[in-house]
């Protein structure tokens, strides 16, 4: 029979190997462990099976899986006294676990802060035409600052973004209008090249029919004979005296060609 002494000892066993194996922890593989003896940080631990010393030492999980986060829209003034609203999407990643959990209390809060006052200073510094237009080079400015201030707490901006400006509504019909008058003095300056190209092309052509007076009178034939081939009508020709005389001489020339001379 089994003594009182030897339960005892039995039960005391499977208490102290409880204990022993309560120090076993898993550590999935986008995670890991910041483990402290006695309070202060001895190593970062995982993924997968690895053993912490019961009673003498606890533990901290990171996620090191990029984080995304939407940081609500903010009402800012940008350089040129326009009050705009702007929203934006924060990727990151924790690099360094054991400086996310010592360096700063909630490394999650601090980071959203970070990127909330960075977003609404970097629209301060910006006319509201480059908030509109440059964006991915304020994105980029953005991603810099951010990552600059949360470098010290292990943790790495991977992308800023601006998803939405809300303008308001005047500025809205102003820019509406200033974008009209845009296009309206495009397409006059555009007919008004059209005009001066046309006017060149017609110097040089009133240049070449005073060259060669007879050019104006062959293309005004042709224009004749072209008027007679789309319309069934009689047209009347008004010759010039000087293409009849040229004409007349022209035929008496070649007739003399053809005449045998005699002595």
């Known amino acids: 029979m089994f003594t009182a002494s030897t339960i ?3 039960f005391a066993g499977l208490i102290l190997l409880a204990v022993i194996a309560s120090g076993i922890r898993i550590a999935q593989e986008y995670q890991r462990a910041v483990v402290f003896r006695l309070g202060r940080f001895q190593s970062v631990r995982g993924p997968g099976l690895y053993y912490n010393l019961p009673l ?4 901290r999980k990171v996620d090191m899986r990029t984080i995304t ?4 829209p903010q009402e ?8 705009i609203k702007v929203n934006a999407v924060l990727w990151y990643r924790v690099t360094e676990p054991f400086k ?3 360096e700063v209390a909630d490394f999650r809060a601090a980071v959203y802060q970070v990127a909330l006052t960075s977003l609404r200073n970097i629209i301060g510094q910006h006319m509201l035409d480059e908030v509109l237009k440059e964006r991915d080079r304020i994105n980029a400015q953005l991603r810099a600052i951010v990552d600059q201030a949360t470098d010290p707490w292990g943790v790495q901006i991977e992308m800023v973004e601006m998803k939405d400006v809300e303008i308001p509504h005047a500025m809205q019909r102003a820019m509406a209008r200033e974008a009209e008058a845009i296009r309206e003095k495009r397409a006059r300056i555009i007919k008004a090249e059209a005009e001066q190209e046309a006017a060149t092309k017609l110097s040089e052509a009133a240049r070449q029919i005073a060259d060669n007076p007879f050019g104006l009178e062959l293309r005004r034939m042709q224009m004749i004979s072209e008027v007679g081939a789309e319309q069934n009508s009689t047209t009347i020709i008004m010759m ?5 005389t040229v004409a007349k001489g ?5 007739g003399n060609d053809h005449v045998p001379l005699h002595r």
């Open 8 to 10: 005892g000892y039995f």
């Open 56 to 59: 003498l030492e606890w533990q």
């Open 69 to 72: 986060v939407n940081v609500e």
């Open 76 to 83: 800012t003034i940008t350089k040129d006294s326009v009050t």
């Open 100 to 102: 996310a959990i010592l």
């Open 240 to 244: 010039p005296s000087e293409f009849v």
């Open 250 to 254: 022209l035929s008496a020339y070649l």
